[in-house]
């Protein structure tokens, strides 16, 4: 967990904000459906490590967005 990240979960954890944290190279598309039905936020902060310390995480955070949000959509 980078420092960013513990930076993150520690401010979120000051304002009694909800927070979660996955591994995106797992597949967490249900985890992150379910944490936004229960919590319904009207910002949704996305944090991580830049491109230049993960290659290919831009791209593959990119793609969980997308499949989470049109699947939430398709449920509707």
């Known amino acids: 967990m980078s420092d960013g990240t513990q930076l993150t979960i520690k401010y979120c954890k000051e304002l009694n904000k909800p927070f979660l944290v996955i591994d995106p190279a797992k597949d967490s598309h249900e985890l992150i459906r379910e944490f936004l039905d229960n919590h ?10 830049r491109e230049s310390k ?6 593959k955070t990119a793609a969980i967005i ?3 949000l049109s699947r939430t959509n398709d449920q509707e």
Not at 54 to 59: D, E, H, L
């Open 40 to 49: 319904t936020p009207m910002i949704l902060n996305i944090a991580g490590n």
């Open 54 to 59: 993960s290659k290919g995480i831009a791209s």
């Open 66 to 68: 997308q499949a989470v």
